[in-house]
């Protein structure tokens, strides 16, 4: 029994030791991706996404191709991409666009436009979450990334005080 033990404080020391010296062990190694809302995000209105892409890996990831899975409303406008090419723009709410190559430790910036059209309010209404799905394929493989919820503003009308619930007029005027 006491062989098994050192088995184990062996390996938590090796751990230990890693951590100490900052080397992560494979997990570490991973593609993110940030997203930035640029302006605010409304219903029946434009909202601007800055995407940031970085790869952690030890290897390159080349013809690196990105996918987006627009929420519920939400659609890419054509030709507003920076930093990146469109390749298939067909469905809206999932536009691919390429990305290039993606040298390893660095990282990719574009930027996009989406327009959430009217039927937003109605996917606002039914509790639905905001937020993108990115696939990225590659020759290395291919990686799916999730951004965390947004917000989605709509206008609300709020009366706080009515004065005086009576109106006089006489007939032919405007009121």
Request: proline share 3%; with cysteine; net charge neutral.
């Amino acid at each position: 029994m006491i062989p098994f033990c050192k088995k184990y404080f062996a390996a938590n020391l090796l751990w230990a030791i890693l951590l100490l010296l900052d080397i992560h062990p494979a997990s570490a190694q991973n593609i993110t991706i940030k997203q930035k809302i640029e302006n605010t995000s409304s219903v029946c209105g434009e909202t601007i996404f800055k995407i940031t892409v970085r790869n952690d890996e030890n290897i390159d990831w080349n013809n690196v191709d990105i996918t987006i899975q627009m929420p519920c409303g939400f659609e890419y406008i054509s030709n507003s991409l920076t930093g990146a090419q469109e390749k298939n723009v067909t469905l809206k709410q999932q536009p691919v666009f390429s990305i290039g190559n993606i040298t390893q430790k660095t990282e990719k910036e574009f930027v996009y436009k989406t327009v959430s059209s009217c039927k937003t309010l109605e996917c606002l209404n039914s509790g639905l979450s905001f937020k993108n799905g990115f696939v990225l394929k590659s020759n290395q493989g291919q990686k799916t990334i999730f951004s965390d919820n947004f917000n989605v503003e709509t206008a609300n009308l709020v009366i706080s005080k009515i004065e005086s619930p009576f109106m006089e007029s006489t007939i032919g005027t405007t009121v």
